[in-house]
């Protein structure tokens, strides 16, 4: 069975780095796009950024790009999410998604493109 597994997050201050983490079960990631979404309390769940099955085609929302770097590493089933410059509005709940494409270099905005999903993780940035 599928499933993706975030961790990292946690608490912080303004100015401050996170690093989250997507560790992937029951799936061959090397065939997989994988994203990060964010839903913070009362709002849409909005994109964050994506990443290729090779990770050499990333892209960012306009609120992250800049400060966030994704990553991965197939050998180890693992996404990952550098957060810098964290600001109170980058709190929320951090998901990340995926689902398996046939181009090596296709990346989505859309979560309504993914379907594999984890549970997600918090994120609280204080200022």
């Known amino acids: 069975q599928a499933q993706l597994a975030e961790s990292g997050g946690g608490p912080a201050q303004g100015g401050d780095s996170l690093r989250l983490s997507c560790g992937a079960s029951?799936?061959?990631?090397?065939?997989?796009?994988m994203a990060w979404f964010r839903q913070a309390p009362g709002r849409e769940r909005e994109f964050v950024a994506s990443i290729s099955r090779s990770g050499e085609a990333t892209l960012y929302s306009g609120d992250v790009k800049g400060r966030f770097t994704i990553s991965r590493n197939n050998g180890e089933s693992q996404m990952y999410l550098q957060m810098h410059s964290l600001k109170p509005d980058d709190t929320a709940v951090y998901y990340c998604?995926?689902?398996?494409?046939?181009?090596?270099?296709?990346?989505?905005?859309?979560?309504?493109?993914?379907?594999?999903w984890g549970p997600g993780t918090q994120v609280t940035v204080s200022s």
């Open positions: 998604a995926a689902r398996g494409v046939d181009l090596e270099y296709t990346i989505n905005r859309d979560a309504n493109a993914y379907d594999i």
């Open positions: 029951g799936i061959t990631m090397m065939f997989y796009m």
